[in-house]
């Protein structure tokens, strides 16, 4: 059996079984959710930097869900951050370690996928160094502690969308009980990304999240899953425009026909409310639900 161990816990999230459960709790009360109660969510999109800047934000995505479904299964659209592969990268079969227990992979349902479509390969070692799935994982074993999941990378390529399509089709054709859960980080803004079009300091930063960030969640909240690789490509406002892509498309296959955005905020806005000293640097964190 294939064995995922964690890369960044210790670093990203915590690695000690308690301290993870309870930094858990507390990303996944983030205050109240508008969400209707008879709403049909099929998937979100969350942020995947370290849980100290970004998990409250994914923690609302991941409790609104839970407070409506309790599927078999959660795919996890993940970006490409180290692998320099082209195509869509599956870990098919095995499991993922988490702090907090592991998380199966449903491999019967990852090989209808893969009979589905050839723009996803079966290649677990690609995962071996990409962060984006991992720092999720352990929100679904908290979340959902009997689902199995079906972890899938994907580059910002022009196919993005199908991958999705792809999935969502298998999984309407099965009838699978399931969720979509893809990840990105929105701009990367100052000296340290090397990305400061509106100058450094924080009229830029506020021009990263007011003006570039929302160009990308509009497009994800009125669904245009085609436009969202170039859109990245362009303006450098999502590292894993791939993942979104396919986020929205599988969405959109089983049925979603509009985003709801749940929060947007950035590192740098987080850093200002715990009084830390200001920041040149920031990246976008945005949650969304698709329904």
């Known amino acids: 059996m294939l064995i995922r161990e964690p890369i960044v816990a ?3 999230y915590p690695a000690d079984g308690d301290e993870c459960r309870t930094q858990l709790s507390e990303c996944l009360r983030p ?4 969400i209707d109660a008879d709403a049909r969510l099929v998937g979100g999109l969350v942020p ?4 100290s800047y970004s998990g409250a934000v994914a923690g609302k995505v991941f409790a609104a869900l839970a407070s409506l479904r309790s599927p078999k299964v959660v795919i996890l659209f993940g970006g490409v951050h180290r692998f320099r592969g082209r195509q869509a990268a599956m870990f098919g079969n095995g499991r993922w370690e988490t702090p907090i227990g592991s998380v199966t992979v449903d491999e019967r349902l990852s090989e209808r996928i893969l009979g589905h479509t050839n723009l996803i390969i ?5 995962h071996e160094q990409e962060h984006s ?3 999720q994982v352990p929100f679904v ?4 502690p009997e689902a199995k999941i079906v972890p899938i990378m994907v580059p910002p390529v022009n196919t993005a969308d199908e ?3 792809a999935v969502g089709r298998t999984l309407r054709a099965y009838e699978y009980d399931a969720l979509i859960v893809g990840t990105t980080d929105l701009t990367h803004y100052g000296p340290r990304y090397g990305f400061a079009p509106q100058g450094i300091g924080a009229e830029g930063i506020q021009w990263a999240k007011a003006e570039n960030d929302t160009r990308f969640i509009d497009l994800v909240c009125s669904m245009k899953m085609r436009r969202l690789v170039i859109e990245a490509e362009e303006r450098k406002n999502a590292c894993s425009s791939g993942a979104a892509a396919a986020t929205l498309a599988a969405a959109t296959a089983l049925g979603a026909r509009r985003g709801v955005l749940l929060e947007h905020t950035s590192s740098a806005e987080v850093m200002a409310r715990r009084m830390q000293a200001g920041t040149t640097d920031s ?3 945005a949650g969304v639900v698709f329904e």
């Open 10 to 12: 210790g670093q990203f």
């Open 141 to 144: 074993k908290q979340v959902f």
């Open 163 to 165: 991958v999705g399509e």
């Open 133 to 135: 799935i991992e720092v």
């Open 283 to 285: 990246v976008g964190y």
């Open 31 to 34: 205050g109240p959710i508008t």
């Open 122 to 126: 079966s290649d677990p070692y690609a």
């Open 48 to 51: 995947h930097a370290g849980w």
